[in-house]
């Protein structure tokens, strides 16, 4: 059986981008444009000034048009029906303080997160070399070592960030 990441990422992903994500996208962002924008002024409990205040804070740092609207419009429904509905803001409440009482821990995934915000990371909580995670390669065009998540092999679908290729680049797994 594949991994949801493997499925998502590579059996499907044509599928998922095309006919399942870009009509979510454009369903969310169209519908969330529908209700008010939270502001200071309109919002009566502390938790929507809150939330409000993380929103002002995340689109302080982000730096990723290509996903911003989507995450305005996330941020526009999730303070709005909070306000509004207390069963909302229950669902809400329920899922951070499950979160909290499991050990939530914030993760980067070994994913360059620099790219898309200007402010300070959370520290990685993986090592770069984590056997279960990662998967050494070799670039066969530069010869250059590098880590892939095994989630995502067959490492041939990876740029290599030493020679900048992509598809035609062959790897050779190495032992970490």
Sequence with gaps: MATLIKEMLHHQRQFIIDKVKA???KAIITLARRYPEPTKENLIFRNSHIRLEIKDYFFKHFNNDGRKLLLEAAFRILIDECEHDGFYEFIHD????ELLKRGWQPTQRG???YRYWNGSLPKDTRVETHPDWLEKVICLSCGKDMYIRK???????HLCHECKTHDSCEYI????
């Design 23 to 25: 009509p979510l996208l």
């Design 94 to 97: 329920t899922y951070i303080v």
């Design 111 to 113: 994913f360059p997160m």
């Design 151 to 157: 989630a995502l092999l067959p490492p041939e679908e």
């Design 173 to 176: 797994k190495q032992e970490v």
